[in-house]
């Protein structure tokens, strides 16, 4: 079946762009491209899944979506505004209303509750404690953790602690998800829930961008993308389910 990568779409409409984007990493001895030329854009409310071998620049894409990365060139435009270049500051408060970040290794702070950790984002976004209160008690809700809201990380299994990870993720209520291999610590049946999880976000008008190395959990996305040595190889519309 030969390789097809659709054309770059008007992108007036696009929640997200990127074009042209390069990624490299040098040391004195060495040069290292982990993106090269990555054009891309997504519309809002569309969920999309990332493929590929490890190495390919997968989790180097996410970081540069999530604002956690700056590219060596090119240009990244996110709610019509150029990112790239903008000093941390900014970047930090444009990440607080719209994006965020499920990590693989959870992320969590050994240190805070279940609450503390949920609770963290809303912090930086300098949200009222009466409104803090209610939306993290109404994420513990609905992911199942209200009692663990006391609880430390530490005494939590790997299902649970990737659902903190997510109620942590989505308390902000952010425009976008970007989850670096959501499931990849867990095992099959709390890897389900995670991405039922992640299906009824969608579902509920939040995008999603997901590395995946599980074609099955890829197969819940709109788009499926194939990454090869830094670039994008492919671009598959998948029916609907």
Request: proline share 4%; with cysteine.
């Given at each position: 079946?030969?390789?097809?990568?659709?054309?770059?779409?008007?992108?007036?409409?696009?929640?997200?762009?990127?074009?042209?984007?390069?990624?490299?990493?040098?040391?004195?001895?060495?040069?290292?491209?982990?993106?090269?030329d990555?054009?891309?854009?997504?519309?809002?409310?569309?969920?999309?899944?990332?493929?590929?071998?490890?190495?390919?620049?997968?989790?180097?894409?996410?970081?540069?979506?999530?604002?956690?990365?700056?590219p060596?060139?090119?240009?990244?435009?996110?709610?019509?505004?150029?990112?790239?270049?903008?000093?941390?500051?900014?970047?930090?408060?444009?990440?607080?209303?719209?994006?965020?970040?499920?990590?693989?290794?959870?992320?969590?702070?050994?240190?805070?509750?279940?609450?503390?950790?949920?609770?963290?984002?809303?912090?930086?976004?300098?949200?009222?404690?009466?409104?803090?209160?209610?939306?993290?008690?109404?994420?513990?809700?609905?992911?199942?953790?209200?009692?663990?809201?006391?609880?430390?990380?530490?005494?939590?299994?790997?299902?649970?602690?990737?659902?903190?990870?997510?109620?942590?993720?989505?308390?902000?209520?952010?425009?976008?998800?970007?989850?670096?291999?959501?499931?990849?610590?867990?095992?099959?049946?709390?890897?389900?829930?995670?991405?039922?999880?992640?299906?009824?976000?969608?579902?509920?008008?939040?995008?999603?961008l997901?590395?995946?190395?599980?074609?099955?959990?890829?197969g819940?996305?709109?788009?499926?993308?194939?990454?090869?040595?830094?670039?994008?190889?492919?671009?598959?519309?998948?029916?609907?389910?």
């Amino acid at each position: 079946m030969p390789i097809h990568v659709k054309p770059m779409m008007p992108a007036e409409n696009a929640f997200f762009q990127l074009h042209d984007i390069r990624k490299v990493y040098r040391t004195d001895t060495i040069e290292t491209t982990a993106l090269a030329d990555v054009s891309l854009q997504i519309q809002e409310g569309e969920f999309v899944s990332i493929m590929g071998s490890s190495g390919c620049g997968k989790s180097t894409l996410l970081n540069i979506v999530a604002m956690l990365d700056q590219p060596t060139s090119g240009r990244y435009t996110l709610g019509g505004v150029d990112v790239c270049g903008l000093p941390e500051s900014r970047l930090a408060e444009i990440r607080k209303g719209n994006i965020g970040f499920i990590f693989q290794s959870f992320m969590l702070i050994d240190d805070l509750s279940v609450y503390e950790n949920v609770e963290l984002p809303l912090l930086s976004q300098r949200v009222p404690r009466m409104e803090r209160q209610r939306r993290v008690r109404e994420v513990l809700e609905l992911l199942d953790l209200q009692r663990r809201a006391d609880h430390r990380p530490v005494q939590l299994s790997g299902g649970q602690q990737q659902r903190v990870g997510i109620a942590r993720a989505v308390v902000g209520d952010p425009r976008l998800i970007v989850a670096d291999e959501p499931t990849g610590n867990l095992d099959s049946a709390h890897g389900e829930d995670v991405m039922e999880m992640l299906t009824t976000l969608h579902q509920q008008g939040t995008t999603i961008l997901m590395v995946t190395h599980s074609r099955a959990h890829a197969g819940r996305a709109q788009r499926v993308l194939h990454m090869a040595d830094g670039r994008l190889v492919s671009d598959i519309t998948q029916a609907a389910a």
